[in-house]
């Protein structure tokens, strides 16, 4: 059993130091965990942390999905088999730059919901969440023989919000679920974000990843007793399209995590293995800006994106074995992966027959009313002289034609809200939900063409809305009434198939498209985009067969190169300056 004491924690009564490292079981393909978790025992840590995503698990109302990729238990049980004990983190609000921070969009469609804080709906649907997590949870605590070592209670809560009595229920809706092992919060160590986020009765850690002194010392203002632990060591940072890809020294990070551990403190590396935000589930940020977070979530962690370990693992696990006991062997440099072509064909364009049934509307419905992603809209234009389109906000890229012919594309991050139509004629705008908000009040907000949307002074009416099922992108194919098209404007289906002799990691270059989605055997990659820094998309090897496989690919914007190439390795863009 876990306990704490005075300044340890303390496992069967003896202290206990927790060397953990964060790996999302939700962003590693279910047949790489065991791989991942073993490079994590070899590296020298006794523990894996993970987050729970209550968006993956409960995509609808009344749903709980455990199956693939979101197999909690299994993940669980490959930990305990590997000798390793567990932290989950379920929130609810997770952060972890995943879409709406982990919170099911459909919460937000009841008016008046009081999201992270003591509401009756928002409190019955968490306890509802909860249950079935902890049901997987409660048999598998260290102190039933099972891996599972501390539960966290909601997630930087100090940054968003100050509700005591919520936190308190969260932490009893967890303890009445069987749990008792320790609970615990986790802040950054700055005292007003400690004193809203604490919890009397739970143990507060920190998250940082510089400073550590400093950082130890704040954190010990507001826990005058108890293990010091840093639940969140920030050894790198995530990226956003447009921008750097960011990466922290290798000797300075090393350093930091040696300082740490010198305190005597307890750690959590953020992230061990960052893993990949496959399909839609990438969050973004909005401070003013909004900037949408790429598809790789490498994050400069010790064990890259495809598990391969880096010099940063080497150095850290130098560092750890001066406090503790490190395995002798060591994981070997990951192989290349084959380099080979593909000619895309069989072109299927949106705009001559959207993949999807109609509905209409007097006024514009946003993304959420539709329950959709990506959304095709038509209406008619009356005016032939030339005429200003205008939307109240674009939540978050719209591509505008004309009869057939591109506008132009109204952005989020710029700030776009008009643009001229050169006359009148049949208006088609196709609205693409690039990640929600996953930081700070924004979260939660309706997605599409928040309106009006007008013509002048006049509110556009009469819609016809189309929702682009993703998910049967893949199988477009099989539809025997559509024809193979030209190449031409607008978004466009292409498809692909490669050989295979051995099913390793790929990467898929993307340089030469545009922006859009790609599919390998069904499975969804990821988003691309031209603007990098991300220029590939990993491929597990799990994904693939020897033999022939099948490639997929949705292409939103222009491809000046119809071909896939799958390289030897990642390209996620230029360094941070």
């Given at each position: 059993?876990?306990?704490?004491?005075?300044?340890?924690?303390?496992?069967?009564?003896?202290?206990f130091?927790?060397?953990?490292?964060?790996?999302?079981?939700?962003?590693?393909?279910?047949?790489?965990w065991?791989?991942?978790?073993?490079?994590?025992?070899?590296?020298?840590?006794?523990?894996?942390?993970?987050?729970?995503?209550?968006?993956?698990?409960?995509?609808?109302?009344?749903?709980?999905?455990?199956?693939?990729?979101?197999?909690?238990?299994?993940?669980?049980?490959?930990?305990a088999?590997?000798?390793?004990?567990?932290i989950?983190?379920?929130?609810?609000?997770?952060?972890?730059e995943?879409?709406?921070?982990?919170?099911?969009?459909?919460?937000?469609?009841?008016?008046?919901?009081?999201?992270?804080?003591?509401?009756?709906?928002?409190?019955?649907?968490?306890?509802?969440?909860?249950?079935?997590?902890?049901?997987?949870?409660?048999?598998?605590?260290?102190?039933?023989?099972?891996?599972?070592?501390?539960?966290?209670?909601?997630?930087?809560?100090?940054?968003?919000?100050?509700?005591?009595?919520?936190?308190?229920?969260?932490?009893?809706?967890i303890?009445?679920?069987?749990?008792?092992?320790?609970?615990?919060?986790?802040?950054?160590?700055?005292?007003?974000?400690?004193?809203?986020?604490?919890?009397?009765?739970?143990?507060?850690?920190?998250?940082?990843?510089?400073?550590?002194?400093?950082?130890?010392?704040?954190?010990?203002?507001?826990?005058?007793?108890?293990?010091?632990m840093?639940?969140?060591?920030?050894?790198?940072?995530?990226?956003?399209?447009?921008?750097?890809?960011h990466?922290?020294?290798?000797?300075?990070?090393?350093?930091?995590?040696?300082?740490?551990?010198?305190?005597?403190?307890?750690?959590?590396?953020?992230?061990?293995?960052?893993?990949t935000?496959?399909?839609?589930?990438?969050?973004?940020?909005?401070?003013?800006?909004?900037?949408p977070?790429?598809?790789?979530?490498?994050?400069?962690?010790?064990?890259?994106?495809?598990?391969?370990?880096?010099?940063?693992?080497?150095?850290?696990?130098?560092?750890?074995?001066?406090?503790?006991?490190?395995?002798?062997?060591?994981?070997?440099?990951?192989?290349?992966?084959?380099?080979?072509?593909?000619?895309?064909?069989?072109?299927?364009?949106?705009?001559?027959?959207?993949?999807?049934?109609?509905?209409?509307?007097?006024?514009?419905?946003?993304?959420?009313?539709?329950?959709?992603?990506?959304?095709?809209?038509?209406?008619?234009?009356?005016?032939?002289?030339?005429?200003?389109?205008?939307?109240g906000?674009?939540?978050?890229?719209?591509?505008?034609?004309?009869?057939?012919?591109?506008?132009?594309?109204?952005?989020?991050?710029?700030?776009?809200?008009?643009?001229?139509?050169?006359?009148?004629?049949h208006?088609?705008?196709?609205?693409?939900?690039?990640g929600?908000?996953?930081?700070?009040?924004?979260?939660?907000?309706?997605?599409?063409?928040?309106?009006?949307?007008?013509?002048?002074?006049?509110?556009?009416?009469?819609?016809?809305a189309?929702?682009?099922?993703?998910?049967?992108?893949?199988?477009?194919?099989?539809?025997?009434?559509?024809?193979?098209?030209?190449?031409?404007?607008?978004?466009?289906?292409?498809?692909?198939?490669?050989?295979?002799g051995?099913?390793?990691?790929?990467?898929?270059?993307?340089?030469?498209?545009?922006?859009?989605?790609?599919?390998?055997?069904?499975?969804?990659?990821?988003?691309?985009?031209?603007?990098?820094?991300?220029?590939?998309?990993?491929?597990?090897?799990?994904?693939?067969?020897?033999?022939?496989?099948?490639?997929?690919?949705?292409?939103?914007?222009?491809?000046?190169?119809?071909?896939?190439?799958?390289?030897?390795?990642?390209?996620?863009?230029?360094?941070?300056?």
């Amino acid at each position: 059993m876990l306990e704490i004491g005075e300044s340890d924690f303390l496992l069967d009564g003896r202290p206990f130091r927790i060397l953990s490292g964060a790996l999302h079981y939700f962003r590693v393909h279910p047949d790489s965990w065991a791989d991942r978790i073993e490079k994590a025992r070899l590296m020298g840590l006794n523990t894996i942390e993970t987050y729970v995503p209550w968006n993956a698990h409960s995509p609808r109302p009344g749903t709980f999905d455990t199956a693939g990729m979101l197999d909690l238990e299994r993940f669980l049980r490959e930990v305990a088999a590997a000798g390793l004990y567990a932290i989950v983190r379920p929130g609810p609000y997770i952060c972890a730059e995943w879409d709406n921070g982990g919170l099911p969009a459909w919460l937000f469609r009841e008016p008046g919901l009081g999201v992270r804080r003591y509401e009756p709906h928002f409190m019955a649907a968490v306890q509802e969440y909860l249950q079935n997590v902890l049901r997987i949870v409660e048999p598998l605590q260290v102190s039933a023989g099972g891996p599972v070592l501390l539960v966290q209670v909601e997630n930087e809560y100090g940054a968003f919000g100050d509700d005591p009595t919520y936190l308190k229920a969260v932490a009893e809706i967890i303890r009445g679920a069987g749990i008792t092992v320790p609970l615990v919060t986790v802040d950054q160590p700055v005292d007003a974000m400690l004193a809203a986020g604490g919890l009397d009765g739970v143990l507060r850690t920190g998250s940082f990843g510089s400073r550590v002194a400093e950082r130890l010392e704040t954190l010990r203002r507001h826990q005058p007793t108890g293990p010091l632990m840093c639940m969140e060591f920030w050894d790198g940072w995530f990226d956003h399209w447009g921008g750097p890809h960011h990466t922290t020294s290798v000797a300075e990070a090393a350093a930091e995590l040696d300082a740490l551990l010198a305190a005597g403190a307890s750690v959590n590396i953020y992230m061990l293995h960052g893993g990949t935000n496959f399909g839609l589930t990438s969050g973004a940020n909005d401070k003013g800006v909004y900037r949408p977070t790429i598809t790789s979530y490498d994050y400069d962690a010790p064990l890259d994106e495809a598990g391969h370990p880096t010099l940063k693992y080497h150095a850290f696990r130098e560092v750890i074995s001066r406090y503790a006991t490190v395995p002798d062997d060591v994981p070997a440099a990951g192989a290349a992966a084959p380099e080979t072509s593909a000619a895309l064909a069989d072109p299927r364009r949106l705009l001559a027959d959207p993949w999807g049934s109609w509905s209409e509307h007097v006024a514009l419905p946003t993304l959420d009313e539709l329950d959709a992603r990506l959304v095709l809209f038509r209406t008619e234009v009356p005016s032939q002289d030339p005429v200003l389109l205008s939307v109240g906000e674009v939540r978050d890229r719209a591509y505008v034609f004309l009869d057939g012919a591109p506008v132009g594309v109204l952005d989020r991050e710029r700030h776009d809200r008009a643009l001229m139509l050169p006359h009148g004629g049949h208006l088609e705008i196709l609205v693409e939900d690039q990640g929600r908000v996953n930081y700070g009040q924004r979260i939660g907000e309706p997605k599409g063409l928040i309106g009006p949307v007008r013509l002048g002074a006049h509110e556009l009416a009469d819609w016809s809305a189309c929702v682009i099922d993703l998910d049967g992108v893949p199988k477009l194919w099989d539809d025997v009434d559509l024809t193979p098209d030209a190449p031409g404007v607008g978004p466009t289906a292409w498809r692909a198939s490669f050989e295979v002799g051995e099913p390793v990691d790929h990467f898929l270059s993307t340089v030469a498209w545009g922006k859009g989605f790609a599919w390998v055997n069904g499975f969804n990659l990821g988003r691309y985009w031209r603007r990098g820094p991300q220029h590939t998309l990993y491929v597990p090897g799990p994904l693939l067969h020897p033999g022939r496989n099948d490639l997929v690919v949705l292409e939103l914007d222009v491809m000046a190169d119809p071909v896939a190439h799958f390289v030897a390795g990642p390209s996620l863009g230029p360094l941070e300056l």
